[in-house]
């Protein structure tokens, strides 16, 4: 959605700005622009006649100006809760605490090599994002079902938040082969 929203501005963009360069002469030096008028005669002679109709295309203009503006704001609004949580000073400061067992406690369990916890979202829903590291062989649903029964049950409790949703991703880490230097051909 955002690809198609970002190429249908970067269209709208250019549009605007080839209609300003040829309304302020950009083109009159390739002699087949030059001289025209920058609207079509009959359009600028029904905008003429109906007294309405430049106001309210003007209007149509500004109302979807006003949603783009806003709609920008909530994405960027988002984008902040998502790396900075809206909560108060005291839960941040039992959420840095809870953290750092967290991170201890899920690097212990078997086949774990790394962890990253972050607490995202907005007071009213907050959330936990966590993504571990695994070697190559080690079954993720154990490791899954062990982050639920202890240091992801015990971080709740800690911070106070017993229902905090909790989004897991596992990433595994396969062991690249080393590479064997050539051994010296023997006669």
Do not use: K
């Amino acid at each position: 959605m955002r690809i198609a929203i970002a190429m249908t501005g970067a269209v709208l963009l250019l549009a605007g700005a080839s209609a300003a360069a040829l309304g302020l002469g950009a083109f009159d030096a390739f002699g087949a622009l030059s001289g025209r008028p920058l609207l079509d005669p009959a359009l600028v002679r029904f905008a003429d006649g109906a007294g309405w109709f430049l106001p309210a295309a003007a209007g149509a203009a500004e109302a979807l100006a006003l949603a783009g503006q806003l709609w920008l704001v909530l994405q960027c609004r988002t984008l902040v809760h998502r790396w900075w949580p809206d909560l108060d000073a005291e839960t941040r400061a039992r959420e840095r605490a809870a953290r750092g067992d967290l991170d201890r406690d899920v690097r212990a369990l078997p086949g774990v090599e790394d962890v990253r916890a972050r607490l995202t979202g907005t007071a009213d829903r907050p959330r936990l994002l966590l993504t571990v590291s695994c070697a190559g062989d080690t079954l993720v649903g154990e490791v899954y079902g062990e982050l639920g029964a202890g240091p992801v049950e015990r971080y709740r409790r800690a911070i106070g938040m017993p229902d905090l949703p909790v989004v897991v991703r596992f990433r595994p880490v396969f062991a690249r082969p080393r590479r064997r230097d050539p051994q010296p051909e023997t006669a």
